[in-house]
């Protein structure tokens, strides 16, 4: 969707099992890479391609890549000038526990530059990964499960599989160009807590930044708990701030990085009473106010921002309503262009022709599916996925306020 060329749509053809939704990646070089999800007999495949950003885009298609066949289907994907990494998580039978992979593939053609490899240590138990990069790599995060310590029943429950417990943490660690590990795993949260809901993104200066949910009481999607950001030095030093504390929604919370300036990051979560929290991040001292409550945007997800323009959505029904508004906010130059406080949210003019002020969005003829084999069902696998904050110390990440909104015309919905 773009305002000088208005809205296209590309078919990706049809897709068998109940898989959840594509992973698209951007490069520096306008490439389009798509992972889609798929299923057979076997269990999960990802269909790769790719296009670009032209006025006549048209989707190469690249291999199937199978993913393994246990329940889940949690992939992350990251596009380069000159290639992509596709890491996903699957179930070894053999140790009984989750396992992170990853497999680099080459652009435009996505040729394999070598064989997939296992990102997670040998025994750890590790399922949905998140992936961002960096310069000279990448980072990746994921939840690692503790085991339930064996009971006094005897050797034959010992010879099963150890349950997995109800307390899991998160991981993080650094990944090479060639996707391959580079440093040792560092825990980022307590080992006895539950993490719900995670995201990861990246600052200019190559840190990582991580947003966690614990619920309070440790059953996993629940109201109450807390959010907490932590910031990951390259060397591997880890700060941490609570942001809010027993007064989170369901959902997740969400790191929206500034496609046109990506030291501008915005925080958004849902409160108990599942109205929008929203939030500049950023990466110096002193921190701000907790992230403030905006009203007239209940119920909205942050999906892109562009400097100050944040395009939120909202599901209403069968249709998906779309919202562009623009949170002003200053910049200290005591501070350089680190973002600081923003101050309002106001709607943006929205001209005549923009692609918004339609809720067509015309087909793409020339962009042909590959062909489609017949449905089969889709294997069932062993895994089921199923105090008040401190001030930060000095080069913590925070977060400051955003001040009320102003009211907001409705916008057009898409179907």
């Known amino acids: 969707m773009d305002p000088k060329l208005g809205v296209r749509q590309l078919s990706l053809g049809v897709v068998h099992g109940g898989v959840g939704p594509p992973k698209i990646a951007v490069n520096a070089d306008g490439r389009v890479v798509i992972a889609m999800l798929d299923g057979d007999a076997n269990g999960t495949l990802v269909r790769l391609a790719t296009t670009d950003t ?46 992170v992979l990853g497999q680099v593939f080459s652009l435009p053609k996505l040729t394999a530059r070598a064989e997939r490899m296992s990102l997670s240590p ?14 000279g790599g990448y980072w990746i995060v994921w939840l690692h499960h503790g085991v339930s310590k064996p009971s006094a029943l005897g050797n034959a429950l010992s010879q099963l599989a150890a349950p997995r417990a109800n307390h899991n943490w998160l991981e993080i660690t650094m990944l090479g160009e060639d996707g391959a590990p580079i440093s040792s795993p560092r825990v980022l949260t307590p080992k006895r807590a539950t993490i719900s809901a995670f995201d990861l993104s990246v600052s200019t200066d190559g840190r990582a930044l991580v947003a966690s949910q614990q619920p309070s009481n440790g059953h996993g999607v629940t109201r109450g708990g807390r959010i907490e950001l932590s ?30 300036n990506r030291q501008l990051q915005w925080l958004s979560f849902l409160d108990a009473e599942d109205r929008l929290r929203l939030g500049v991040v950023r990466f110096s001292s002193p921190p701000g106010s907790d992230v403030e409550l905006v009203p007239g945007l209940a119920g909205q997800t942050v999906v892109a921002a562009r400097q100050d323009e944040l395009l939120f959505a909202s ?25 600081v406080q923003a101050r309002s949210v106001v709607p943006l003019p929205r001209p005549a022709t923009s692609p918004l002020a339609s809720a067509a969005i015309p087909a793409d003829p020339a962009s042909a599916a590959p062909p489609q084999p017949a449905p089969k069902p889709r294997a069932t696998g062993l895994n089921s996925r199923g105090p008040k904050a401190a001030a930060p110390k000095t080069g913590e990440p925070s977060a400051t306020g ?10 057009p919905d898409f179907d």
């Open 54 to 99: 032209g006025p006549s885009p048209a989707i190469v298609w690249g291999p199937l890549v199978p993913v393994g066949g246990d329940e889940s289907d949690e992939i992350a994907l990251v596009a380069t000038s000159g290639r992509t990494l596709l890491v996903w998580d699957d179930w070894n039978r053999a140790e009984n526990h989750g396992v």
């Open 122 to 135: 040998n025994g750890v138990d590790a399922e949905r990964p998140l992936l961002a990069g960096r310069d």
């Open 231 to 260: 910031l990951v030095a390259v060397g591997g030093n880890v700060d941490s701030t609570v942001l809010a504390d027993d007064e989170v929604g369901v959902g997740l919370p969400s790191l929206t990085v500034s496609a046109s």
């Open 315 to 339: 599901q209403q029904g069968t249709r998906m309503a779309l919202r562009l508004a623009r949170c002003e906010h200053d910049v200290s130059e005591e501070r350089g262009p680190r973002p």
């Open 402 to 411: 955003v001040k009320p909104a102003l009211a907001e015309p409705p916008m």
